[in-house]
């Protein structure tokens, strides 16, 4: 950090003197910045303003947690430790204990408490012994304020006392009525019982009120101030606050004795991706509802496929009927909701019934108005789900559909971050850097979680942190708080002991191919960095057709190129999918762009490799030409997210691309592989017996160097091999029985003599 960035940070650090204003720094930051102090051993800041960081935490988990912390108390012991004079810590102090009254004061039966005339002795007894139960303990917290709070003038202190003389005439009265009761005596002073109870709580909400605004939202449940929290979702809630003054202004309207026949109801659909937010949303709904009146209860029934759908006939309907009884007064939400339609399904298969009864009830004049249908699901099968289904579809109105968006990688972060402090974890910045890439190698696909894969990422970098650390009392408090950059290592585990580069030399002959790929890489990474420093990039063209006879070596240059890409940053998992034309291709209209998709899903993050591509198409009339229409149309739509590997025969090939002005349009890069030569033959065969702990015989180098030199060789590398798996079974055959290690290890020029002609024999 600069000398000025100190200037200005120590400047921020002294102007906050008051708990009715909020910190110039998050909670986060205090972290870092005490942690970056402690670290660099930093003298040059002052003790107070070092007690105002402290106190800062103080006031951050004071309002996420406003009773008894033990973290919370060790960190106004460092803030007086450092300036016992700080205004702010003596407010901090103070407020701590007012919570902690509040809270109590709040939680007990005071709001509800009352006693009759009516009420017969033995009803009576058991009221006033359970309130002064509770009573007792509100004075002894109020006596314990007195032996331990800083001289306080506040009206928050006034207020206390006045609820403390309030509680202590209560205390007495209760004492005396329970006496009279036990002694069977009948005077007991129900109204001034009565009035005490209505004084405290008029007291307790002149209390809240002297809170600081700041901490006013910790105590109030209220659905909109949540939503408004979230993180995110703005045009949600913006569709919200109004849908909620919508609902609001009907009632009041009604109230005046206006009446609405076409009321688009309560019933809602709420579609997104994974981890989107939309239970949240849901149980944002039906606090809303229940607030307003609309609900008798604020309660959401959770439920899916699996707890509607019975196996056999009948029961589908009694479990939609008993989930619909328990919702009654709340909310019925059903998660993943068009499983309950499934494509083609069978007579066994009774989802249909849980759809028709569901319908039913919605409209019945037994359950009807009486709870409210949310509707879940991923976007575009939640659409097709309504469609197919006029019945539901008519009972979900436009204006009734909510859709969230994915979270963008900087929401994601700020998720990250409050789902770590949650914990009482933070993120140095080192950490936070390489977690956003761990953001962006997860999100690959549509099936990426959002909020979801973020907060199961956070609590992994947790668990690394925790499977390795040992609590020591000495040891800095910050210490056990702090996620570095190596509780992220797990991100790296699947690194391999070799580079793809250095695989990519140890090939045998391809030197174009090999040229080739090492310019590819090398502009890949120019382009990555220039992005990184803000320069203008060069749109990256990665989809390549690779020509050449079988055995040639596309296959395994395809599996390289695909590591480099990831290793260069472009592919965020860098795996290789090799596909045929029967992977993509069905037998009848419809479900050859299902299967193209499904491949091209199973392939995002990595390289999609179709071998014998030219075989894709066979003529208008044939499905192979939706495979390929499908094949172009996702190459666009993921974008940098795929690259696809088009190989073949040299000639096929060139007659296949030119075949559709979409492919020759996005396959620039050519690729063409050689045949190998007879010393590339040899030299393959060599490295090959290597790899099994094999020797060859000089007899046995010299029949195969003039056996490759005069034969033609059909199938390259690929007749290699199988040259090779022969001769060390005709090798097993000979040396059986033999007893000497040398005899396992050679290959003899019979071996290869036997072998040859079992393969060229095979190939006729």
């Not at 009761?181 to 809240?208: A, G």
């Not at 579609?271 to 609900?295: C, D, H, M, S």
């Not at 199973?602 to 192979?624: C, H, P, Q, T």
Request: proline share 2%; glycine share 4%.
């Amino acid at each position: 950090m600069e000398n000025h960035d100190v200037k200005i940070l120590k400047k921020k650090i002294s102007q906050w003197s008051s708990t009715n204003d909020k910190p110039p720094l998050y909670e986060v930051e205090v972290l870092r910045i005490i942690d970056w102090i402690k670290g660099q051993q930093i003298q040059s800041f002052s003790k107070a303003n070092l007690s105002n960081l402290y106190c800062m935490l103080a006031f951050y988990r004071l309002k996420r947690n406003f009773n008894d912390d033990q973290i919370t108390e060790l960190l106004l012991e460092e803030a007086e430790r450092m300036d016992e004079k700080q205004p702010v810590l003596l407010e901090i102090k103070n407020l701590k204990f007012y919570f902690n009254f509040y809270s109590e004061l709040n939680t007990s039966d005071f709001k509800d408490w009352s006693i009759r005339e009516t009420d017969f002795d033995p009803a009576k007894l058991k009221k006033a012994k359970e309130l002064l139960e509770q009573v007792n303990n509100l004075i002894n917290q109020i006596d314990f304020l007195k032996n331990t709070k800083i001289d306080d003038k506040s009206e928050l202190n006034n207020l206390t006392s006045e609820i403390d003389n309030e509680l202590r005439g209560l205390n007495e009265s209760l004492e005396t009525s329970i006496n009279s009761i036990e002694n069977k005596r009948s005077e007991v002073p129900v109204q001034k019982l009565n009035q005490h109870v209505k004084k405290i709580n008029h007291l307790k909400l002149n209390l809240y009120e002297q809170f600081p605004d700041i901490f006013k939202k910790s105590f109030r449940q209220d659905p909109l101030i949540e939503l408004d929290e979230m993180i995110g979702l703005k045009d949600i809630k913006k569709y919200i606050h109004q849908y909620y003054h919508y609902l609001k202004y009907q009632k009041e309207r009604k109230s005046l004795g206006f009446h609405m026949i076409d009321e688009p109801g309560l019933h809602m659909i709420i579609t997104g991706n994974p981890g989107t937010g939309k239970t949240t949303i849901a149980r944002l709904l039906a606090a809303i509802y229940y607030e307003l009146g609309l609900l008798e209860t604020g309660d959401v029934t959770e439920v899916n496929r699996s707890h509607l759908v019975g196996s056999y006939v009948g029961q589908s309907e009694e479990n939609t009927v008993n989930f619909v009884r328990d919702s009654i007064g709340g909310i019925l939400f059903i998660d993943e909701a068009y499983s309950l339609k499934r494509e083609g399904q069978s007579g066994n298969d009774y989802g249909q019934a849980v759809i028709d009864t569901l319908v039913s009830s919605m409209t019945s004049k037994e359950y009807a108005n009486r709870f409210a249908v949310i509707l879940a699901g991923y976007p575009e099968e939640m659409r097709q789900f309504l469609w197919s289904n006029p019945g539901l579809r008519s009972r979900f109105p436009e204006q009734n559909h909510i859709s969230l968006p994915d979270f963008e990688t900087k929401e994601l972060i700020q998720i990250a971050e409050n789902t770590a402090l949650s914990n009482d974890y933070f993120f140095t910045k080192e950490a936070l850097y390489k977690f956003e890439s761990l953001i962006e190698k997860s999100r690959v696909d549509e099936t990426f979680g959002n909020a979801r894969t973020v907060r199961d990422l956070v609590l992994k970098s947790i668990f690394k942190k925790g499977a390795s650390k040992t609590v020591s009392s000495n040891e800095n408090w910050l210490e056990h708080m702090r996620i570095d950059k190596n509780d992220l290592d797990f991100m790296d585990n699947d690194s391999t002991d070799t580079q793809p580069v250095e695989r990519l030399e140890q090939l045998i002959g391809l030197t174009n191919v090999k040229q080739e790929v090492k310019k590819l890489s090398s502009f890949v990474r120019v382009q990555q960095q220039r992005k990184q420093k803000g320069l203008p990039v060069v749109p990256v063209q990665l989809h390549a057709v690779f020509s050449g006879n079988p055995g040639t070596g596309k296959t395994t240059i395809a599996k390289i190129y695909s590591q480099i890409l990831k290793e260069c940053g472009l592919l965020k998992r860098g795996h290789l999918v090799i596909a045929s034309r029967s992977d993509l291709v069905a037998g009848y209209v419809g479900q050859t762009a299902i299967k193209t998709k499904q491949k091209v899903r199973e392939s995002l993050g990595g390289v999609l490799f179709i071998d014998e591509a030219y075989s894709l198409y066979r003529g208008e009339k044939d499905f192979g030409k939706e495979a390929i229409d499908t094949l172009v149309d996702e190459m666009t739509k993921h974008n940098e997210n795929l690259v696809v590997v088009l190989a073949g025969y040299r000639n096929e090939m060139q007659r296949f691309i030119l075949s559709n002005p979409g492919l020759e349009s996005r396959f620039k890069k050519y690729l063409k592989f050689p045949d190998y030569n007879d010393k590339e033959l040899l030299d393959i065969t060599k490295l090959h017996t290597e790899n099994y702990q094999y020797e060859l015989e000089d007899n046995a180098i010299e029949f195969l160097s003039r056996m490759y030199k005069e034969s033609n060789i059909d199938g390259n590398a690929r007749f290699v091999a199988n040259l090779i798996d022969e001769a060390i079974q005709y090798q097993a055959l000979r040396v059986e029985d033999a007893e000497s290690l040398d005899s396992y290890q050679t290959l003899e020029k019979i071996d290869f003599q036997n072998a040859w002609e079992t393969v060229k024999g095979s190939s006729k």
